[in-house]
């Protein structure tokens, strides 16, 4: 049973960069690609990303080209980073499983992190 | 980018109640429509993929239909774990798109 866990600083200040880890266990990161997704406090799920377990990547064009994600298959984790963050950052993050071919939706998902802007 | 229209915005419905949610694209996606159900402080959980695919584990309750631009999830009979809000995503394009949400609150 795969079972996915966020990590990372609760808060963050304006302008610097927002660092979060998901770590994937019960199953091999190589197998599947996978998301991250963020839900502003009483709002909508926002898409941010995805990556191949190639390590290739795609995101949201709303986020400006501040988003890096990046996997270490040895460690079996994947990486958000999101840059230049402002107080519209502030959500809960989560990672999620990409499952399924051509319609692909997200199967497994972490608990959340919590990340909050503010100086 | 795929705007995903959901109505209403939220309802209010009795235990054993028929709900009716519906999500429509702003342009043909198909069958790449699936379903999330979100309860409070907890993580969204999918119950229907490729518009009507039953997800493993997912009650029989629950269905969902369409393609193209308009898809309905239906709740045959509500159960008390069932009041939560529940979430359209489209995988035809990226961005990968949400609709606003549906909450299903006791009447």
């Known amino acids: 049973q795969v079972q996915l866990q966020e990590s990372g600083p609760g808060l963050v200040k304006p302008s610097e960069t927002l660092s979060l880890t998901c770590t994937v266990s019960?199953?091999?990161?190589?197998?599947?690609?996978w998301n991250w997704i963020r839900q502003p406090p009483g709002k909508g799920l926002e898409w941010i990303g995805y990556?191949?377990?190639?390590?290739?990547?795609k995101q949201n064009p709303s986020l400006k080209s501040r988003v890096t994600i990046s996997v270490d298959t040895s460690t079996n984790q994947f990486s958000l980073k999101l840059r230049s963050v402002s107080a519209a950052d502030t959500a809960v993050y989560y990672c999620?499983?990409?499952?399924?071919?051509?319609?692909?939706?997200?199967?497994?998902w972490g608990t959340g992190s919590t990340v909050t802007v503010s100086s | 980018d795929i705007q995903m229209t959901q109505s209403p915005s939220s309802l209010s419905a009795s235990v054993g109640d028929r709900v009716t949610i519906t999500c429509r694209a702003s342009?043909?996606?198909?069958?790449?429509l699936n379903w999330y159900q979100q309860k409070p402080g907890k993580a969204p959980k999918v119950l229907i993929y490729?518009?009507?695919s039953l997800q493993i584990g997912v009650p029989s309750r629950f269905s969902g239909s369409g393609s193209g631009t308009d898809f309905t999830l239906t709740i045959s009979s509500l159960q008390p774990e069932d009041f939560a809000t529940y979430y359209c995503?489209?995988?035809?394009?990226?961005?990968?798109?949400f609709g606003g949400g549906t909450k299903v609150e006791i009447k």
């Open positions: 999620a499983r990409k499952m399924g071919r051509p319609n692909f939706y997200m199967d497994v």
């Open positions: 019960g199953g091999s990161i190589s197998t599947y690609s």
């Open positions: 990556i191949y377990h190639s390590g290739n990547f």
């Open positions: 342009q043909s996606i198909s069958s790449y």
């Open positions: 490729g518009a009507s």
């Open positions: 995503q489209q995988s035809s394009t990226t961005p990968l798109t």
